[in-house]
Every structure is written in structure tokens, then in C-alpha cells.
């Protein structure tokens, strides 16, 4: 009688969790199952960046890879936090601030991701046309960016639909800077894999050629350049921004006012051919991109305003 008791308790307390586990019994647990969900979802998206990063022994494509892998650990982290607390009743473990569901937050990110989306099956579509060479490294090393930004802005999705903690961007994964022991036994920290910002994915700039050109009253130094809109939302009546030439780590070398007047439409490719600047010798950044092979410098386009053909105008 005793046994038949004790099998009873036992059954009855494996079912009541069960039983609460019914969406339409508690909203919690509806929760959780969303949760769940998201969680098994994120656990797909590492697994896949990380297969993605086996293919690169090093670079920047690498380094933003495992970026992106970093933030969604993160991410899956938080959200297996939140599952266990709702299971458990316990708090959370995470030391950041908990927030607030939001769900116009939730919403705005959601429509960004489903942009990104948009955005970066084109853009690889776009590379898949090319078999190697510049164009497509520029035009991968641009799916991985904004690969990296939808990975953040998922997590700004579930932090404001699930009220999780407020988690910090983490540095990237496997970043390639090395640390070496100072006299005093002290080690330096790793530099940061930096994502660019959403005002540089804008237009992709593929620089095709530099040459330097000596004139009568003062040399120059002139590109062959190439600006496709892969992150352009409608057409555009005019673009200011910056050319922003880096050496093949993607440290900044110099930057250079360089407004785009030709109108452009999303997805379009603008060349421009023999256009550059003044060379002064006394600038280590002039000797620096003149003395550079064509091949060990990167470019990217900093956008500062848009005007578009509707007449309506975004400025970052």
C-alpha cells in the first residue's frame, strides 16, 4: 500500500508540470515554449557560422564571422536563462539589468531583420556570380557584416519581446590579434573585431586600380573605383559621405570626402575612373596609400546623407 502511495505522489508530481505546460493554463509556459523555439532556431544559426568560419584561416571575413558567432551564444544564453527561470521559479543568473518587454521595439527590430534578410540574399546572390577575385571578397566580407548586424538586432528583438537581460555586444571570437606578456607579466587585450556600422553598409566601394600621377604643379593620386548599392531602400537622387581607404586588416589609413551626385537606384553599380586627390609628402597617410599595392588596400563608404529621388532625406 505503501509503494502503490508513493507511485502515486510520484506520478502526480511529474504531471502537475505537465499539466501546467498547457499554453491555455499558463502564460509563462506558453512563453517558455516560444522561448524553446527561438532557442533551437539560435543553436542552427551558430552551428551554421561556425561552418561558415571553418572555411577561413584568418582575415577580416573570419573575424566578423565569429563575431556574429559570439553575439548569438550570447543570445542563446540569455534565452536558456530565461527558460530555466520560468521552469525553476529562480532568478536570473546574467549580471546585466533586466528590461522591460517592449513590444513596438520587438516590432521595429523584427521588420529590420526581415530588411537585412532581404538584403543579404541579394548581396550573395550577387556574389555568387563571381568565381574569386576583389568584387567577391568585397561582396562577401558584406553578407558577413550585415550576417554580424541581424545577429544584434535579433537580440534587441528578444530582449524587448522577452524582457531578457540587457546583454553587451561581446568581442569576436577567434580575433586573430595576439597577446604578448609586458616586463611586468601583464598581457594586453585582444583588439576587437569592430562591425561596421549601418552608414557603411550602405554602399559597397570596390577599389579596382590606384595610380600615382606626376604633374607639373603638384602629383596626385588617382582610383578606379566601383559603388554598388547593395543596402539602398529606394532610389536615391544624390549621396554624400566619405571613401575611407584601409590597409588589408581594415585599419584605417585616411578618409576623404567623396560625394556620389549620379543617381542611383538600389542594387545599381557606379564606376568612376581616374578620380582622387592631391598628393601632399608631408602626410604619412598620402605616402602610406601611395607606397601600397593596389591589392593590400580595402575601401569602404561611409554615407552621411541620403537624398532621395522623392525628395526625402535621411541624414546619419
Known amino acids: 500500500m505503501k509503494q502503490l502511495l508513493s507511485v502515486f505522489l ?11 505546460a ?33 572555411e577561413y584561416e584568418g582575415g577580416l571575413i573570419k573575424n566578423t564571422i565569429d563575431q556574429r558567432i559570439a553575439v ?12 530555466v527561470a520560468i521552469r525553476t521559479g ?36 550577387d556574389a555568387d556570380q563571381y568565381n574569386g577575385g576583389l568584387i567577391k571578397a ?8 550585415m550576417q554580424s548586424t541581424r545577429a544584434m538586432v535579433d537580440q534587441r528583438r528578444l530582449t524587448a519581446k522577452f524582457g531578457l537581460g540587457l546583454a ?40 579596382e586600380d590606384k595610380r600615382f600621377s606626376k604633374k607639373k604643379y603638384g602629383h596626385g593620386i588617382y582610383f578606379n573605383l566601383a559603388f554598388t548599392a547593395v ?13 575611407v581607404l584601409n590597409d588589408l586588416f581594415g585599419e584605417k589609413i585616411m578618409s576623404i570626402g567623396w560625394p556620389l551626385d549620379d543617381p542611383t537606384s538600389p542594387g545599381e553599380t557606379k564606376r568612376e575612373r581616374d578620380t582622387g586627390f592631391d598628393y601632399n ?19 569602404t563608404y561611409r554615407v552621411d546623407s541620403i537624398i532621395y529621388e522623392d525628395g526625402t532625406r535621411v541624414d546619419f
Open 168 to 207: 553587451q555586444a561581446p568581442a569576436g571570437e577567434g580575433a586573430s590579434a595576439k597577446t604578448s606578456p609586458s616586463s611586468s607579466g601583464s598581457s594586453a587585450k585582444p583588439k576587437e573585431a569592430k562591425a561596421p556600422a549601418a552608414n557603411e553598409q550602405i554602399i559597397v566601394v570596390t577599389l
Open 281 to 299: 609628402q608631408f602626410k604619412d597617410e598620402h605616402q602610406r596609400i601611395r607606397d601600397a599595392k593596389t591589392e593590400n588596400l580595402t575601401a
Open 10 to 20: 510520484l506520478c502526480a508530481a511529474m504531471y502537475i508540470p505537465l499539466a501546467n
Open 22 to 54: 498547457n499554453p491555455s493554463a499558463s502564460p509563462l509556459l506558453a512563453t517558455m515554449k516560444e522561448l524553446q523555439a527561438e532557442a533551437t532556431a539560435i543553436e542552427e544559426q551558430i552551428s551554421k557560422a561556425q561552418a561558415e568560419s571553418a
Open 138 to 145: 568585397t561582396l562577401e566580407s558584406t553578407v558577413a557584416t
Open 231 to 243: 543596402g539602398l531602400e529606394k532610389p536615391a537622387r544624390a549621396i554624400k559621405g566619405s571613401l
Open 90 to 125: 529562480a532568478k536570473m543568473k546574467t549580471q546585466a539589468p533586466a528590461s522591460a518587454p517592449d513590444s513596438e521595439v520587438a516590432a521595429s527590430a523584427a521588420s529590420e531583420i526581415e530588411s537585412l534578410d532581404k538584403r543579404i540574399e541579394k548581396t550573395r546572390a
Open 72 to 83: 548569438l551564444k550570447l543570445t542563446k544564453s540569455l534565452v536558456d536563462q530565461r527558460i
